[in-house]
């Protein structure tokens, strides 16, 4: 998170999600941090810096914020680790209150990102009763509409 809050202090440009995240003290937290380009720059950089990152700190402030939290939900943008990693969280606590899932992944193939809401309700994830939703499609075309219609 902070280092997101980082990012977004720096990008300096109003159309950069990490700005108003930053900009607003919203968390963004990215569980695979340290993987891909990101994270190799991050590694480079701490090569020759005194520079270190707690991968474990965001995931004590999630938990917290969802025990914490008297209902909890979600707007799922594709699948992997993201997903993962925010109903993997809610299970400990009954499930997701509110789900909104977001992707072009095929069910059939297995996969987690594949996987539908009524899937993650079997294992807990997901509350039995929660309004919850899975959007068949591509995310640059859906997300925006989503949010053009809450405006």
């Given at each position: 998170?902070?280092?997101?809050?980082?990012?977004?202090?720096?990008?300096?440009?109003?159309?950069?999600?990490?700005?108003?995240?930053?900009?607003?003290?919203?968390?963004?937290?990215?569980?695979?941090?340290?993987?891909?380009?990101?994270?190799?720059?991050?590694?480079?950089?701490?090569?020759?810096?005194?520079?270190?990152?707690?991968?474990?700190?965001?995931?004590?402030?999630?938990?917290?914020?969802?025990?914490?939290?008297?209902k909890t939900g979600a707007l799922i943008?594709?699948?992997?680790?993201?997903?993962?990693?925010?109903?993997?969280?809610?299970?400990?606590?009954g499930g997701l209150d509110y789900a909104?899932?977001?992707?072009?992944?095929?069910?059939?193939?297995?996969?987690?990102?594949?996987?539908?809401?009524?899937?993650?309700?079997?294992?807990?994830?997901?509350?039995?009763?929660a309004s919850r939703v899975t959007i068949?499609?591509?995310?640059?075309?859906?997300?925006?509409?989503?949010?053009?219609?809450?405006?």
């Amino acid at each position: 998170r902070e280092l997101c809050w980082e990012m977004g202090r720096r990008i300096c440009g109003e159309d950069s999600i990490l700005y108003w995240a930053a900009e607003n003290e919203i968390p963004v937290y990215v569980p695979g941090l340290t993987d891909g380009a990101v994270g190799y720059q991050l590694w480079l950089f701490s090569q020759d810096h005194k520079f270190r990152i707690n991968v474990l700190k965001d995931e004590q402030e999630l938990n917290d914020l969802i025990f914490e939290s008297e209902k909890t939900g979600a707007l799922i943008v594709g699948g992997g680790i993201s997903k993962h990693h925010v109903i993997w969280w809610n299970q400990f606590k009954g499930g997701l209150d509110y789900a909104v899932y977001i992707t072009t992944a095929v069910e059939w193939d297995g996969s987690l990102s594949g996987a539908r809401l009524r899937e993650a309700v079997s294992w807990g994830k997901v509350k039995e009763t929660a309004s919850r939703v899975t959007i068949e499609g591509d995310a640059t075309v859906i997300l925006p509409l989503m949010v053009a219609s809450l405006l």
